[in-house]
Structure formats: structure tokens, C-alpha cells
């Protein structure tokens, strides 16, 4: 769990740097649009955050055969392009 709470920390610090940067750098209405799209994709990191902090506590169950269906899907596919 600490470990998503530094990526919390380590985001927030990231999409504050971004705003700050638009904000200095950017003329007036692109640094609006930039900082809500900042703002959204911190939300949006924000709550999947959340959710795998809660999904810690759930038993593994029967997400870790597709975690590693995924995982060697994954492999495969990228064998694939590095070979073609």
C-alpha cells in the first residue's frame, strides 16, 4: 500500500510541475486547456489509485490466471515485433 501512496505523491508533484509549466510558459487560453487536462488525467490517476488501494485488501482469486494470460499475451506479442 505505501508504495501507491508514493505514486500518489510522486503524480500529484508531477501534474503540479506540469500546471506550473503551462501556466509560466503557455499563452492564456492554452494554458487553461492544459491545466484541466492536467486537473482530469490527476483525477483520473487519482481514482485508479484508489481502486487498487482498495483492491489490496480482496483476495487474489481469480485474477491472477488473467493477469498472467495477460502477462504471456503480452510477451508473445511482443516477440512478435521484434521479429518481424
Not at 503540479?16 to 490527476?42: Q, S
Amino acid at each position: 500500500m505505501l508504495s501507491w501512496r508514493r505514486t500518489t505523491v510522486s503524480f500529484t508533484a508531477v501534474a503540479l510541475l506540469l500546471a506550473r509549466l503551462a501556466v509560466i510558459e503557455a499563452p492564456r487560453p492554452l494554458a487553461l486547456v492544459a491545466v484541466a487536462a492536467v486537473g482530469l488525467t490527476w483525477a483520473g490517476a487519482i481514482h485508479l489509485i484508489r481502486m487498487r488501494i482498495r483492491g489490496l485488501t480482496l483476495p487474489v482469486g481469480r485474477t491472477l490466471p488473467l493477469v498472467v494470460t495477460l502477462t504471456l499475451l503480452y510477451c508473445a506479442t511482443g516477440t512478435l515485433l521484434l521479429v518481424s
